[in-house]
């Protein structure tokens, strides 16, 4: 079956999305907003929700950019998942924290903790750190090496790792007639010490009912997809086309292989931003109303950040600058841009506006049925193991996918009609991670 993910965000996913007049400007900081969208993902019988982070504002580091987005409105996403794992009980709450800045002990805390109170439903985005202002947040004055980010991460997961594998399963005895609370013997201290952290452990969260919480990654840089194949059992990408997503597919999947591990043992899931139209027509225009809303001033600053150029001296209706500087901006996304623009001969504006509401992930308009078709050929074409799933406006077109959307799928026998299993990793097939002190092995089959 396919898996789908719910990429959360207040407002929606569409940069100008909060100018909708049918959405609440400050849906970001709405517990009752988010409470309404995770439940009909849940009704919509989602794998999961997830919630992207950064320590400070992703995009330019300007608030003069800011102040013409949402992205200065963000809530700390574990607080914000404890309170929905509360409101639900079979979707999969998954949130990202960075491995750069924070240390392993805290984090690894905090995720068996949402793990146990949700009763095993928990994944952790590993992440670098895609915004250097976090940096100036923690005490450092410029964003860590790409490669020094890295080295830590892989050493990150491997003590979080291991705390979570502080307690046998059968630890706590809880014997009051011996005052015996747990088997010393089945208590194991961590002791690590490496290049980078000092843990002795003990965690004080027994393993979850999934046993561990699932490591998710969206690294797309070398480093990232070596460290994903090691360790990561879902992997989130970016892709424009089906061609490309194979491509990747099978090489992300030989590389796990290359690892020892099963190649089934990682989802790969891209992003795709969905508007459902009761015809293609209809869905293209809904979407130009929403495009009419970013404002130009907005537009040109973000797309001068991405490609590397300062544009605002370009006309807005004139032909998009394509002889862009080799600078320190994502090379692949800005190659893909300038590509597109000499390809489809686009105006610096025609040009934002087909990249700053997906920000370089498919889009799928139309019809419930024809966006289903294209969901059905990636996934069947082998170029992805389910979607995740970002929605321009919310609540409004979260709804339209659940309404319309997933029976298309579920029709075609491709989506689930009953959630079957309780943790996130029965749901998304990934076994229970064996905790090398204890004998019995448990799988998520049994
Ligand atoms: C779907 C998706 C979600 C991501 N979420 C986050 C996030 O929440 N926080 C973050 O700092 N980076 C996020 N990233 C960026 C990466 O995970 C990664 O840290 C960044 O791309 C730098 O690593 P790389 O050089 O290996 O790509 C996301 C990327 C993708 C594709």
Not at 346 to 353: G, I, M, N, S
Request: aromatic share 8%; proline share 6%; glycine share 6%.
């Amino acid at each position: 079956m396919m898996k789908l993910g719910f990429f959360l965000y207040g407002t929606g996913h569409h940069i100008a999305s909060w100018r909708d007049p049918g959405v609440m400007p400050n849906a970001n900081q709405s517990l009752k907003h988010y409470i309404n969208i995770t439940q009909t993902a849940e009704r919509g019988l989602f794998d999961f929700v997830f919630n992207a982070d950064s320590n400070s504002t992703f995009g330019p580091d300007d608030p003069d950019i800011w102040k013409r987005t949402t992205v200065s409105m963000r809530l700390e996403p574990l607080t914000l998942l404890g309170a929905l794992a509360a409101v639900t009980s079979r979707i999969g709450l998954i949130s990202t924290a960075t491995t750069t800045y924070l240390d392993p002990f805290h984090v690894a805390r905090m995720f068996a903790t949402l793990d146990q109170l949700s009763e095993g439903r928990v994944g952790w985005n590993v992440v670098t750190s895609s915004a250097a202002s976090e940096a100036l947040n923690f005490s450092h004055a410029a964003h860590v090496p790409h490669d020094q980010r890295y080295e830590r991460a892989a050493e990150f997961i491997q003590v979080a790792q291991g705390l979570w594998d502080s307690w046998e399963d059968d630890a706590h005895v809880m014997d009051k007639a011996k005052g015996l609370f747990f088997e010393p013997a089945k208590l194991h201290m961590l002791e690590h010490k490496g290049k980078h952290f000092s843990v002795r452990g003990p965690l004080m969260v027994p393993r979850s009912p999934q046993g561990q919480p699932v490591i998710v990654q969206a690294g797309q840089s070398e480093a990232g997809l070596e460290l994903a194949a090691r360790t990561a059992e879902v992997l989130f990408t970016v892709s424009q086309n089906l061609e490309a997503s194979k491509k990747f597919y099978a090489d992300l999947k030989a590389r796990t292989a290359r690892c020892g591990r099963s190649p089934d043992s990682i989802k790969v899931m891209p992003g795709v931003l969905t508007v459902v139209g009761s015809s293609r027509d209809e869905a293209k225009e809904k979407f130009e109303q929403l495009q009419a809303l970013i404002h130009p001033e907005l537009g040109v600053a973000m797309l001068s950040d991405i490609v590397g150029l300062d544009l605002s001296k370009y006309p807005l209706d004139g032909p998009m600058p394509t002889e862009v500087e080799n600078t320190t901006a994502i090379r692949s996304f800005r190659d893909s841009i300038v590509d597109m623009a000499k390809r489809d001969k686009l105006t610096l504006r025609q040009t934002y506006q087909r990249v700053l509401p997906s920000m370089g992930h498919v889009v799928f308009k139309g019809t419930p049925s024809q966006i289903a078709d294209q969901m059905e050929d990636w996934y069947k074409s082998n170029a992805c193991d389910g979607f995740n799933i970002m929605t321009p406006v919310l609540p409004r077109s979260l709804n339209e996918f659940v309404d319309l959307v997933i029976p298309e799928l579920q029709r075609r026998g491709i989506f689930r009609k009953e959630y079957t299993g309780k943790t996130l990793r029965e749901n998304m097939g990934l076994p229970i991670p064996q905790n090398p002190y204890f004998s019995t092995a448990r799988t998520a089959a049994e």
